[in-house]
């Protein structure tokens, strides 16, 4: 299935500038199958294998994205479709190339050069063809991972419609070249180009080929998602889970008892979902046997990649501990998942579920929205922080990303807004939020919501049970919750029931409201008087 490796050679390096870079004294390792990089990762001291045959990566300074030094080249066309701002920052193109040039220089002088060629998108109508360089066999492994491995044929014949240049070893010095700090990663989408410099860490490949995606497909009528989806055994139920990190969107979607399509980037197209990706990328912060058993058998197998986990003396990975980071995950092929679908396509979603993690307390475990509520709620992509999991939290703090992945959106909100709201109401989807943080008061005072429940509940929307239940209206956001769930307590289902103190869950649920409208604010220029129905009621 794979294609052998090519040494010392420029084939196909010309598309992004390497052809007339001196690269004779580098070996540039073309498509290794994981056993191969296993052994230049290992040879190279990027990685060490665990007891159980994985792969411990540790990633320096950056165990998690650095936002704030990415950017978007501010040009023509892209331009006049971009949603500039804090999230997606300008920079020049004259900054870009001096950097382009930089990286160039750089992995002309590496000792190795790793290309990976893939596909981002299982549905080959809209899949798009992607290369990424690297300089470190981790990052060839981590893709070989995560996007849609292409066969020995298509590799032969593989043109990129965009390439990833990663040159993490290479420090930007911003009193020369310009730049805000040392890392600096640049997305050009005229020159179909980015470009990553002073990080190791693998998300900035995946989640800069994700941002390309956002941005392409709506233009071809396709709504792009940051969410995992399921089906049952037959395929003839889908259902997909948006979600913010920690709020169980990789572990909800892993049910044993149906299909996983995939766990974090799929498309909507006329046709059903479909994967971008080939793999999964977990948090494995505090993972267990026992409450995500699929997702844990994955790390004791060959080609996993066990990230900023410490490991035992005897190379046993402790997932309790934190010393390097609170976002330690693990990376491995969607196929290590028993029950994972074989195509990564869907058909059209029957339930369509928002998650969050309310660290105040307030929202119900599970509710149905309106199609104006899932509007509103969507461009909100509400959940919480709590204290310990960011330097200076010390108690909750409201966190709202658009769509529910505003890092990786480049249009403006609204415009995936409407795509979802037309997929949902052309296929009588079903929209549910469920709040899988706290009950019975705010964290620190009440407790996390047991996942035996929410699996539950979202069992009883995904089959059924809930359409022909009772609802009733809670009086601050005017969402619609369930009356009785089987297996259930029904005190639990009402968020002011679980509460010692009414008053203090009235004074908290008045709070969190208002914390919406500030939010909302920024979008209410372009939002419809629909969209805007759908908030607050206080």
Not at 209 to 230: D, E, R, T
Not at 281 to 305: V, W
Not at 311 to 336: A, G, I, K, V
Request: aromatic share 10%; with cysteine.
């Amino acid at each position: 299935m794979y294609a052998k490796p090519h040494v010392n050679s420029d084939v196909g390096l010309e598309e992004v500038g390497l052809r007339s870079a001196d690269i004779k004294n580098v070996h540039i390792h073309w498509n290794l199958n994981p056993s191969e990089l296993y052994e230049h990762a290992i040879r190279n001291n990027e990685a060490e294998l665990t007891k159980d045959g994985a792969i411990r990566v540790l990633t320096g300074q950056y165990t998690g994205r650095s936002p704030n030094d990415k950017y978007f080249v501010q040009q023509s066309p892209s331009e006049s479709k971009i949603w500039w701002g804090d999230i997606n920052q300008a920079t020049t193109a004259q900054l870009f190339d001096h950097m382009h040039g930089k990286v160039l220089d750089h992995l002309s002088h590496a000792r190795n050069l790793y290309v990976h060629d893939a596909f981002c998108g299982a549905d080959k109508t809209y899949r798009m063809p992607i290369r990424v360089i690297s300089e470190v066999a981790y990052h060839a492994l981590f893709s070989w991972n995560m996007f849609v491995r292409a066969t020995l044929e298509e590799q032969s014949e593989h043109l990129p419609d965009f390439t990833v240049l990663a040159a993490p070893t290479l420090i930007a010095r911003p009193d020369v070249d310009g730049t805000r700090t040392g890392t600096f990663i640049g997305v050009n989408i005229e020159k179909k180009l980015i470009i990553i410099v002073g990080t190791l860490y693998s998300g900035e490949v995946k989640k800069g080929i994700f941002s390309i995606m956002n941005y392409l497909l709506p233009q071809k009528g396709v709504m792009p998602m940051h969410c995992s989806a399921n089906s049952s055994e037959d395929g003839s139920n889908s259902a997909v889970f948006f979600g913010l990190s920690g709020t169980g969107k990789t572990t909800l979607s892993a049910d044993p008892n149906r299909i996983l399509i995939g766990d974090d980037e799929h498309g909507w197209s006329d046709d059903g979902i479909f994967n971008f990706e080939g793999g999964c990328y977990a948090k494995t912060i505090n993972l267990s046997e026992e409450s995500e058993p699929l997702i844990y058998a994955t790390t004791k197998m060959f080609g996993t990649i066990l990230e900023n986990v410490p490991l035992l003396e005897d190379r046993t990975p402790d997932f309790d501990d934190t010393r390097y980071t609170q976002n330690t995950r693990c990376s491995y092929p969607l196929h290590y998942i028993p029950n994972a679908s074989d195509t990564g396509v869907g058909g059209h979603p029957d339930n369509v579920i928002f998650l969050t993690a309310d660290a105040f307390g307030v929202l119900p475990p599970i509710s149905k929205l309106s199609p104006e509520q899932a509007m509103y709620h969507f461009i909100s992509g509400y959940t919480a922080k709590v204290a310990g999991t960011e330097r200076g939290v010390t108690e909750p703090q409201a966190t709202f990303s658009a769509c529910f992945g505003a890092p990786f959106m480049p249009l403006h909100p609204t415009v995936y807004a409407k795509l979802l709201a037309e997929r949902i109401k052309k296929h009588s989807a079903a929209v549910w939020l469920v709040n899988t943080g706290w009950t019975g008061g705010a964290y620190g005072t009440g407790s996390r919501m047991k996942l035996s429940y929410t699996r539950r509940m979202i069992n009883a929307a995904l089959n059924g049970d809930l359409d022909n239940v009772e609802f009733e209206e809670e009086p601050f956001f005017g969402l619609m919750i369930p009356t009785h769930i089987q297996g259930v307590p029904d005190d639990v289902l009402r968020p002011r029931a679980t509460w010692a103190d009414v008053g203090a869950y009235d004074e908290k649920a008045q709070q969190l409201a208002q914390m919406f409208k500030q939010n909302f604010a920024q979008f209410a220029n372009q939002a419809s008087d629909d969209i805007l129905a759908g908030g607050p009621k206080v």
